[in-house]
């Protein structure tokens, strides 16, 4: 994609999704944009010349869409303007640029400048307006950018050529990073889109819901935050350690919800791909939108919802060269789907490039945003200024008001709240919860607690780590912290059946880490792209065979603040503590993550329920890819019991499990249902528990056999050791359930 010999210049592939809405739709105002700025004084001859070396520098003003040269393709840019034909000072010429388009957008004017005099002759304001297909909004800041450099001081005017070969090359480069990662993520989107599809949805139905077509948007209404309640939403975003756009998104989510009655949505994110690539810093359209399902419970809190939005945010970026939106709309064009109802949250950092502010009386004011499909929420972030401003956009031919007045002080209102409400249902910020009262009538707020209750955050943090820690779990922080691994990471890794491994899964928590185990080496590599791709998490293959972190001064002081750190995160809570595969028994198997939170409250219900504590060690038998595992280790170490590992199980040697039992006098055993039938076949083994210091053994993963508990119950392990059956799939952290099994216990399992 190169400009040929006489300057014509392909569209970007942003440009051509723009003209296929172009030729869908006839309303010729339909795709424009603009801004109106209001400058202190300045002088006319100054500015226009500023204002000329600025269309040089971003030559793609000057030019006007044209045929293909060959073929039936896309139209293509071709440099056929001057200056004076984008520009003219008031009284001027009193057409609209939608009025040069009526008769459509080849050869015309694509962008306009009406600048503003004063009674003194000076320059005062400026409106400037163009067809979304030319520029898009950062390309608007660049331009703005130049015009304030040419303000500071006057600099010989260029020639057009080099701004044309840039913006050549910048399209290039879009185009071949779009069709990598087309290749790249297109069956990834097929399937989600195919299992959406199969899962349905309990959203408004296509005739309730927004048009599968844009339509011009139009200003509603706004609402501006400032000085405290500014300082409010700031301090919020920094002590959730939530990036504020996410926030935004979350309460205009919870919104939105509210509005339509539903806790199904697509969300839309307008991105500019510039960032970060040199060669597209130019004035054109590469413009894109990431787009993700949200799907959050009618009772989930606020924390919740801020979670899924963002990581289904950041899984979304990965794809920011990906056309998702225009596939999905393929999608439904060929099978006929309905269409869904999105919400597009545009976040943006100013209102204008920071470098032209010194020139302005007041911020531009947005006046034209191009189309919208459902509502658009539009928050400009000035942090010179210390203001959010919140703007709702919904499209021309929507009725005022039809039922949606104040949405943006609602918005503003729920990001107030969601500090207070962080480990409440989102359903109350949004003032869509309701329950009974003492009399039994509805009452909205009802049955919610005065105050958030304290959120587990991990299993360790009222725990003695003195009774976790040693020499090898600190080395392996410290390891950890070598390679670079941050706080929410997850690690994967295979196990060697040695203690050291054990102390690697410890180290993983006490770092604000998560951990995955993979039964043999050739898994690892697909485990982490699994991870990355399902959990939205960076994952990374880490090898157990090297040498741990040599502990000195320095080092131990690096795993302190990294313990710390992990002590004070308000995010550990809902960050990954391991993520396992199911067995597989109903299906294919899948990976389950399980965060810190959910395992917390886990090991505090499972200590309830064992009774386990100091006095207790626990042999830990089961491998380290079954979830029994972590009922072993977590639920024993929140309780403060010792965890000493045996490889007795791996082999199957009943024999050598007994005399692990006695060897380190365990006083816990933790089985699968399944060994546990195989030791009440042999008689010896039973003996042999029973005179060791065994006073739990507990089972789970299948159903147990009435004759295993007769014989358990008659022989000497069954006089003095108690057994709990339980049972629980992965999906739910290790166990939901939990049954006694005693000779005083009429209801044995397999009877009635």
């Given amino acids: 994609?190169?400009?040929?010999?006489?300057?014509?210049?392909?569209?970007?592939?942003?440009?051509?999704?723009?003209?296929?809405?172009?030729?869908?739709?006839?309303?010729?105002?339909?795709?424009?944009?603009?801004?109106?700025?209001?400058?202190?004084?300045?002088?006319?001859?100054?500015?226009?010349?500023?204002?000329?070396?600025?269309?040089?520098?971003?030559?793609?003003?000057?030019?006007?869409?044209?045929?293909?040269?060959?073929?039936?393709?896309?139209?293509?840019?071709?440099?056929?303007?001057?200056?004076?034909?984008?520009?003219?000072?008031?009284?001027?010429?009193?057409?609209?640029?939608?009025?040069?388009?009526?008769?459509?957008?080849?050869?015309?004017?694509?962008?306009?400048?009406?600048?503003?005099?004063?009674?003194?002759?000076?320059?005062?304001?400026?409106?400037?307006?163009?067809?979304?297909?030319?520029?898009?909004?950062?390309?608007?800041?660049?331009?703005?950018?130049?015009?304030?450099?040419?303000?500071?001081?006057?600099?010989?005017?260029?020639?057009?050529?080099?701004?044309?070969?840039?913006?050549?090359?910048?399209?290039?480069?879009?185009?071949?990073?779009?069709?990598?990662?087309?290749?790249?993520?297109?069956?990834?989107?097929?399937?989600?889109?195919?299992?959406?599809?199969?899962?349905?949805?309990?959203?408004?139905?296509?005739?309730?819901?927004?048009?599968?077509?844009?339509?011009?948007?139009?200003?509603?209404?706004?609402?501006?935050?400032?000085?405290?309640?500014?300082?409010?939403?700031?301090?919020?975003?920094?002590?959730?350690?939530?990036?504020?756009?996410?926030?935004?998104?979350?309460?205009?989510?919870?919104?939105?919800?509210?509005?339509?009655?539903?806790?199904?949505?697509?969300?839309?994110?307008?991105?500019?791909?510039?960032?970060?690539?040199?060669?597209?810093?130019?004035?054109?359209?590469?413009?894109?939108?990431?787009?993700?399902?949200?799907?959050?419970?009618?009772?989930?809190?606020?924390?919740?919802?801020?979670?899924?939005?963002?990581?289904?945010?950041?899984?979304?970026?990965?794809?920011?060269?990906?056309?998702?939106?225009?596939?999905?709309?393929?999608?439904?064009?060929?099978?006929?789907?309905?269409?869904?109802?999105?919400?597009?949250?545009?976040?943006?950092?100013?209102?204008?490039?920071?470098?032209?502010?010194?020139?302005?009386?007041?911020?531009?004011?947005?006046?034209?945003?191009?189309?919208?499909?459902?509502?658009?929420?539009?928050?400009?972030?000035?942090?010179?200024?210390?203001?959010i401003d919140v703007a709702i956009w919904t499209r021309h031919d929507q009725p005022e008001g039809a039922g949606r007045t104040g949405v943006a002080d609602r918005i503003v209102a729920a990001l107030r709240a969601m500090d207070a409400h962080w480990d409440l249902p989102i359903a109350l910020t949004v003032g869509e919860w309701s329950g009974l009262a003492a009399d039994g009538r509805l009452e909205a707020g009802a049955g919610i607690p005065a105050q958030p209750p304290a959120g587990a955050g991990a299993w360790f943090l009222d725990v003695d780590l003195g009774q976790c820690r040693g020499p090898g779990v600190d080395q392996w922080i410290a390891e950890i912290i070598?390679?670079?691994?941050?706080?929410?990471?997850?690690?994967?890794?295979?196990?060697?059946?040695?203690?050291?491994?054990?102390?690697?899964?410890?180290?993983?928590?006490?770092?604000?880490?998560?951990?995955?185990?993979?039964?043999?080496?050739?898994?690892?590599?697909?485990?982490v792209e699994a991870i990355a791709e399902q959990c939205t998490t960076a994952a990374h293959a880490f090898e157990l065979n090297r040498t741990g972190t040599e502990l000195n001064g320095a080092t131990r002081q690096v795993v302190e603040e990294r313990i710390g750190q992990a002590g004070r995160d308000h995010l550990l809570c809902s960050r990954l503590a391991y993520v396992m595969p199911t067995s597989g028994s109903t299906g294919k198997p899948k990976l389950v993550p399980v965060t810190h939170g959910s395992l917390a409250i886990f090991c505090a219900a499972a200590r309830d329920a064992y009774g386990w504590g100091p006095a207790d060690t626990i042999l830990q038998c089961a491998p380290l890819t079954s979830d029994i595992s972590v009922e072993e280790i977590f639920g024993a170490l929140s309780g403060g019991a010792r965890v000493v590992r045996s490889a007795a199980m791996r082999a199957g040697d009943v024999p050598a499990l007994t005399r692990d039992v006695a060897a380190h006098i365990a006083t816990v055993l933790d089985l699968p249902t399944a060994v546990w039938h195989l030791l009440c076949e042999d008689d010896a083994a039973l003996a042999a528990l029973g005179g060791s210091a065994l006073r739990q053994v507990i089972i789970g993963g299948e159903a147990v056999r009435p004759a295993a508990v007769d014989k358990w119950l008659d022989s000497a392990a069954g006089q003095g050791i108690s057994l709990v059956s339980t049972y629980g799939p992965t999906e739910t952290t290790v166990v939901v359930t939990h049954l006694p099994i005693g000779a005083a216990n009429p209801r044995r399992p397999g009877r009635g």
């Fill in 482 to 527: 070598g390679r670079g691994v941050d706080p929410g990471d997850v690690l994967v890794f295979v196990d060697d059946d040695s203690q050291r491994t054990v102390e690697l899964l410890i180290a993983c928590h006490l770092a604000g880490c998560g951990y995955s185990v993979c039964a043999a080496p050739g898994d690892v590599a697909a485990r």
């Fill in 1 to 387: 994609m190169a400009a040929s010999d006489d300057g014509r210049i392909p569209l970007s592939i942003s440009q051509q999704n723009i003209y296929h809405g172009v030729l869908q739709d006839p309303d010729p105002a339909l795709y424009l944009i603009g801004k109106s700025y209001r400058f202190r004084p300045l002088a006319p001859a100054a500015f226009l010349s500023a204002l000329q070396a600025t269309v040089l520098d971003n030559p793609i003003q000057l030019c006007v869409l044209e045929p293909p040269a060959t073929g039936d393709g896309y139209p293509e840019l071709v440099a056929r303007l001057r200056f004076e034909d984008i520009v003219c000072v008031q009284p001027g010429s009193t057409r609209t640029l939608p009025e040069l388009w009526t008769g459509g957008i080849f050869g015309t004017p694509l962008v306009r400048y009406v600048v503003h005099t004063d009674a003194d002759g000076q320059v005062v304001g400026m409106d400037a307006q163009s067809h979304h297909i030319l520029l898009d909004g950062a390309a608007t800041a660049i331009i703005e950018a130049d015009l304030a450099r040419h303000l500071d001081g006057p600099e010989q005017k260029t020639g057009a050529a080099a701004g044309l070969g840039r913006l050549a090359a910048a399209h290039r480069s879009e185009s071949g990073k779009v069709a990598e990662s087309t290749e790249r993520h297109v069956a990834a989107v097929r399937r989600e889109l195919t299992d959406e599809a199969l899962r349905g949805s309990s959203a408004p139905a296509a005739a309730e819901a927004a048009p599968g077509t844009a339509g011009r948007g139009v200003l509603r209404e706004s609402s501006r935050v400032a000085d405290r309640v500014y300082d409010e939403i700031v301090a919020l975003a920094e002590t959730r350690q939530v990036p504020l756009n996410i926030l935004v998104a979350a309460a205009a989510t919870a919104v939105h919800a509210s509005l339509r009655q539903s806790t199904e949505a697509h969300l839309v994110h307008p991105v500019d791909n510039r960032f970060g690539a040199p060669e597209l810093d130019v004035a054109t359209c590469l413009v894109n939108s990431v787009a993700h399902p949200v799907r959050f419970a009618p009772f989930a809190a606020v924390r919740d919802v801020v979670t899924v939005i963002d990581r289904g945010y950041v899984k979304a970026l990965r794809r920011r060269w990906f056309r998702e939106e225009r596939y999905r709309r393929m999608h439904l064009a060929i099978t006929r789907g309905a269409p869904v109802d999105a919400l597009t949250v545009n976040y943006l950092r100013g209102r204008s490039a920071a470098e032209l502010s010194p020139y302005l009386s007041e911020p531009p004011v947005v006046t034209d945003i191009g189309p919208v499909e459902g509502m658009t929420v539009a928050c400009v972030h000035d942090e010179a200024r210390r203001t």
